[in-house]
Structures are given as C-alpha cells and as structure tokens.
C-alpha cells in the first residue's frame, strides 16, 4: 500500500515535514499549498529534495471555488488553475486536489457544473495534470461523494476523477453502498480521517478535530474495504486537522500516522484478497484489491497484567505502603541487587530502586534508565517513585514484539543477564514501558529468578490506571489499539478541584486487562510526560489496583499496620446512604475502614485508596458480582481528597523552609 501524508497534519517547516515524512516511512506526501506558499524553497528545491529522502509528491492541494460560477468568473478561474499547473510542472506533480465550491457558486445546475469541469481537464490535459475533485461536507451545492461522482462521471472526461475523504464522508453519515458503483481508477486520490464523535458544526469539527485512523469513533476499517475493492490503487493518504499534531513534535506525530496505516493496512489484508491470490475453487472468491495490502504478525488481546514495575528513589515508604496492603517481599534480584519482587497472590510488583538518578530498572520489567522517546534522545536518569512499567501476558510474545516493531515503537534498551529470561517491550507513548510476556498456565518462570516458591493469597491486579499527557492521548489510545488489541471505550469527564479528567478506559472483552488511561488537566500534563523524560516531581498520581477476596479483611490489616489511608469525607457517606439506602451497620463499617462504594445493575464494587509516593498510589479493590466498572461516581471524591493532601504538604514545606530562612 502506497502511504502517503498531507503536509499539514505535521508542525515544522516544509523541509521538516519531507523529512519527518520520509524519516517514519511513508511512500509520499502531499503538498499543502500553504506550506510551500510559506518557503524560502523554489518548487524545484523541494522536488530535488523529495526525490534525495525517496518520497514521491503525490498530490497538490487545495485547488478551490472553481465551478458554478458565471462565465466571466469561470474564465479568471482557469487563469488562475493554469498557474497552478505551472508550478505543479516545476514540482513534478501530476494530481491536484480540487474541493467543491464553497464560497463562490451561484448555480445549481449540475449540466454548468459538468461542463466547467470538462474545460478544466482539457486545460489541465495540456499540463498532463489530472483533477480530483472532492466533495466538501460544507459546499456550497456539492457537499455529497456520490453527487461528486456523478458530476466526475457526466464529465466524461481523462483529466478528471474525483478524491474520496474519509472525513467528508463519514461526518455526513452518507450511505457508503455507492463507492462500489465508482471504477477505482477514476478515483484519483484517497484521503483517509477519524474522528471523535462529536455534536458540533462540521467545518469546526475538520480542522480542529480530525485524528489518525483507529485514535476516533469511525469504522476506517469498513471504509478502506469498501475503496480497495473498487479497484482503487493510487496512494492511501492521512488528512488530518489537529490542533495538538499541528504543534507537536513532527517526528513523533509522522510515526504516530503511519502505525495508523499500517494497523488500518493489516486490520484488511486478511479480509481482502489480491486479484492474483489464490481464491480456491471451494471458497466464493472474496473483494480482490490492487492495493498490495501488507498483513502485520498477528496479536490476540492480552490474557492478563503478569506484573506492574515500579521505581522509586524512597524504597522504604513504597515497600512500607506494600506490606500494609498484604504484599510480601519475595527477595532481591539474583543479578540486580537494586531490584526486588513484592506479591499479593497473583499481582505481582517489581520495585527497582533508583538512587541519585542511578538504578538501571528492574529483571522481568524494563532495564533502562533512558527512554527513547523523541528521535531516539537519550535523556538523563530519574528520581521520584513513578510507574515504569508494565507485563502484559500474550500468548505469542515473538510475534507481538515484532509486530511492536513493525508498527514503529521503540523497543526498550536493556541489559540481559545471560541466564535470565529474555523478555523484550516497547516504550508506550507517556514513555511507559510495555512488555510482552509469554503467557503461561504456571507461575512464571521469572519469578524464581527472585528466590519465590509460593503464596497462598487470592488476589490480582484489577486494573492499572495511568495519566497520560493531553498532546499524546490519541496516539496512546491507537498503540494500545495496534499493538495489543484493547479496545476503547466511551471517555468520561471526571471533576477535580483543578480541573476535568478526561477518561477513558482500554480494556480486553473480558475485562482481564483493565486500563483507564486519564488525561490530566493542564498544569500536571506536562510533569506526567516526567516519566523517563525528565522530572517527574508533582506528577499527576497514577495508580495500581488489586483485587482481593475481602476489602474487609484487607483494610483491618492495613490498618493495624499503620496505612496511611486516603481520607473519605462524612459527607461521602451521607450522600451513599442516600443513594443506596444501605443498612446502618454495613455503611458504618465502609466508614471506618475509610472504604468507598458503588453498586450497579450487575453487581457492587467496594474500595480504599492508599495516600500518593511521588507519582503513585495503590487502590485495593472487591468486586462483587459482575461488576465491571471502577467506581466512576467515588473518582472525584479520590480526586478532591488527594488535591487536599497535596495542599497541606505544600503549606508544611512552605512552613519548613520558612523556618529555615
Ligand atoms: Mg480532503
Ligand atoms: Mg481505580
């Protein structure tokens, strides 16, 4: 598949932009005129250094306001077409972009309309230019891809196809059962889009909202199936309008589009034959396709969280905290005496000590102390106590760490004693780590590497809640999307005295992953990206929830060993009893064991917070029934008790260093 990238989905200049594209691996790009507009480059500089990266230029965009308009118009128009075709000569492009009056256009007779899009082919064919027309969602009287098909097909005409745009389309809601009707090559130009689902005018939605394949609401899937069986070969293009892409690193969000492809690429090859494949005779041959549809490894969703990894520079309040909540200290690391295996049951913590920046990450987790975050800049150690990783149980590892590396993460830097077992991951985009761990039935394997025989406790991670920083959300909602199959749902907006919490939870179907990824508000966002890649201090907290048999039981032992909880207000429970009509003595023992409670159709959910190390804290949790939620309503309670904390730690240090001074 042709992969092609419009110039302004990225930040930078126009060189950046070629040399972002052509750097992450597409085949080509197209020019957005602005871009070029904005130069110091002549046409035949960018030319030259398209062809220097191995790019192609395969498309030049926008032409605009050219039909239904009266004669005299028409005429200044074709002048104005023909300097574009000029210039297009100098580039070395042969397709141009024309959207469907939006501005201009007075007629609405589709015979005009034909007829000026015959002239400007035979105009066009003189520069050897052809025409994609598109249909605007927003034009003025083409604002449809099937009237767009019709006027291209009256036109009757060589020059003159028209460009299908996933956005405009979809956004519409048009019936899609006509792109069949379309000969591939009178399609002269692919643009692909998602987007959220939003409820708001669809200009303002397209140019501030659109988002790469997988990262929005929309079946890109069903769309690109629907194209490559027309027949369609030119270029798969990414149109996207951002306002984060826009301002973003340009690498980064180069790569982030291309994994995009690659995943919509590979989510089809399967379902979707070429036209020379071997259709046996007992099969009813399928769609075939002039696309050359690469398929990626294939990756089944993960069969569960093996262990979460956490590093910290205050070893003795994390493993303090753990004890308290029922985790036992396993032993050390048999070659990485930093590095030490605490477990409850199942759920299984790695905590790597780092000291003064040193500390080089833990045995099954990660093992570097860099991040290969933007361009592969290596950047300096970090303290604090932070999430560093986390061990996903797959049942093929080789094959999802190739197809990690096919869609273009960074494969986690480190150093394998030669006895240990190998395990290999990825860097996710907040600069996590992801591994890939062959899932077993036993326990595993690597466990013994800390001296572990057994453990007699029923319990296991539930879910791994993460903070994730506003600018890399949808990048971090399509990783775990292309490379370990979770699905997203619906996000919801959580209140917090400084500010909404945007959430939304990445899950398997049967909720053994769990993993709700919440945007933090401004000014935290830029602290979460801390992790590997600079200070993590004052991050917005993350946490690791465990699941046990009985909360009860758990928070009396986590009491008598002294936890510091998260304080729950009075009004909480007055407002529980209210909505629950719970019996007095139960809601007086959720009170004094500082235990938080939700209940739904399907079950009821009963849970307790730990106070926040640097940028983590544990939630210990019991599911009754079939409960599948997280305590939705109890989060801005969490939210408001933490912000407290916080604050009267500022006023203690404030007070601390007053007295100093
Ligand atoms: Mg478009
Ligand atoms: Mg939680």
Known sequence: ??????????????????????????????????????????????????????????????????????????????????????????????????????????????????????????LADS??????????????????????????????????????????????????????????????????????????????????????????????????????????????????????FRQG???????????????????????????????????????????????????????????VELSTDDLGALT????????QFIGFHRSKPHVQLWLRGEARIIVSEVTDGVGTGADAGGTSSTSADEAGTTSAPVNGTFLRGIGFEVTDSRSAMERAALLHADEVPRDQAHNDEVLRGVFAPDGSEVFFHQFEKATPAWIQEFGHDHDEQVSHIDHVNLAQPSNHYDEAVLFYTSLLALHAEPSQDVPSPSGLVRSQVMSSTDGSVRMPLNVSPQPHAEAVAGRGIGSVVEAYPEHVAVACEDIFHAAATALSRGLDFLPVPQNYYEDLDSRFDLAPEFLQQLQENHILYDRDEHGQFLHFYTSTIGSVFFEMIERRGDYRGFGAPDAPVRLAAQHRKNAQLSAQNAQMSGQQG
């Open 1 to 122: 598949m042709h992969t092609s990238i419009a110039t302004v989905c990225l930040s930078g200049t126009l060189e950046e932009k070629l040399r972002a594209a052509a750097r992450a691996g597409y085949d080509g790009v197209e020019i957005f005129e602005q871009d070029l507009v904005v130069s110091p480059d002549s046409p035949e500089a960018i030319a030259d250094l398209a062809r220097e990266l191995g790019i192609s230029l395969d498309l030049y965009q926008p032409f605009r306001d050219l039909e239904g308009v009266d004669k005299a118009q028409f005429q200044k128009n074709l002048t104005r077409a023909e300097t574009k075709f000029r210039l297009m000569a100098r580039l070395g492009i042969d397709t141009i972009l024309l959207c469907s009056n939006v501005g201009t256009a007075t007629m609405t007779d589709d015979g005009v309309v034909v007829e000026q899009l015959r002239r400007l082919g035979d």
């Open 127 to 244: 520069y050897g230019v052809n025409i994609a027309y598109e249909a605007l969602a927003w034009g003025r009287f083409v604002s449809e891809y099937d009237h767009a098909w019709d006027l291209v097909k009256a036109a009757d005409h060589p020059r003159i196809g028209t460009c299908l745009d996933s956005f405009h389309i979809l956004s519409r809601n048009t019936d899609l059962s006509r792109i069949a009707e379309i000969p591939g090559e009178k399609i002269f130009f692919l643009q692909l889009a998602d987007a959220p689902a939003l409820t708001m005018d669809v200009l303002s939605w397209s140019r501030h909202h659109r988002v790469f394949p997988g990262e929005g609401a929309w079946d890109l899937s069903d769309f690109l199936t629907r194209i490559a069986a027309t027949g369609y070969a030119g270029p798969v293009s990414l149109e996207v309008f951002n306002d984060s």
């Open 249 to 307: 690193d340009t690498n980064r969000t180069a790569v982030d589009g291309l994994r995009s492809l690659r995943w919509l690429e590979a989510s089809i090859a399967d379902t979707i034959a070429a036209p020379t494949g071997s259709a046996s005779a007992a099969e009813p041959a399928g769609p075939s396709t002039a696309l050359d549809l690469q398929p990626l490894p294939e990756v089944e969703e993960p069969r569960g969280i093996n262990y």
């Open 320 to 327: 303090r905290q753990m004890h308290q909540l029922g985790f």
